[in-house]
């Protein structure tokens, strides 16, 4: 069946770096997800990386893949107050995302 | 560039009435889904469609009904709406099961008392 297990809170300092772990049961999807929820908005597409990757940098966003232990996380370098939001995995199944319970991040000054 | 417009933003309903929350994308996408957000469940999916005349049931499909006529609207129906369906929904578009983006809307906010 299809599971996203994500911890739904993580709390840093300003200046720290934050990660984000996820896990997922679909060994055949083929994409991964960040995305991206402020408060009363939508999701915003964060990043994705292809099953096929390991590692996926993008300025102060890693995504890092585990294909054997199903786990995929996302490192925040640097984090800011701005950067304060829920954070969803998601792998893509037959056309469909299938979300984890999103992960609150909360950054202190 | 409007992208994925969902009307109304706030709707609050007596238990039994219903109601449509509309969803309409400018992007010419053939996938379009439905979600219904929860505190601390996430996203789940309740109807999506992979084109014009095709929908389908996702995880929690029970008093909601869709139709896609038209490639540019989903509209989701509340046949008859009970407090359980308080929630957030959530519409969203994709160019199709490859596509890497989902782009969604604002949001419904949705109170049945």
């Known amino acids: 069946g299809e599971d996203v297990e994500q911890s739904l809170f993580l709390s840093v300092r300003e200046g720290d770096s934050s990660v984000i772990n996820c896990t997922y049961t679909d060994s055949s999807s083929t994409y991964l997800y960040w995305y991206k929820q402020e408060p009363g908005a939508g999701l915003q597409l964060l990043t994705y990386i292809f099953s096929n990757m390991d590692m996926k940098q993008d300025q102060r966003l890693t995504v890092l893949l585990n294909k054997k232990d199903k786990h995929l996380s996302l490192r925040i370098a640097d984090t800011q107050t701005g950067d304060s939001a829920i954070y969803f995995c998601a792998e893509k199944e037959r056309g469909k995302l299938i979300f984890g319970q999103g992960t609150e991040l909360s950054v202190k000054p | 560039n409007a992208g994925v417009t969902q009307t109304p933003k706030f709707q609050v309903l007596k238990t039994g009435q219903s109601m449509t929350l509309q969803c309409a994308q400018d992007?010419?996408?053939?996938?379009m889904s439905w979600y219904r957000q929860d505190p601390g469940m996430g996203l789940r999916l309740i109807h999506y469609s992979v084109g014009a005349g095709i929908t389908d049931q996702g995880e929690v499909p029970n008093g909601y009904n869709v139709s896609r006529s038209t490639t540019e609207d989903f509209p989701l129906r509340l046949l008859s709406a009970a407090p359980s369906q308080t929630s957030v929904y959530f519409c969203?578009?994709?160019?199709?099961?490859?596509?890497?983006?989902?782009?969604f809307g604002q949001g419904t906010r949705l109170t049945v008392v």
């Open positions: 969203a578009s994709s160019p199709g099961p490859q596509g890497t983006e989902a782009f």
């Open positions: 992007m010419n996408h053939e996938y």
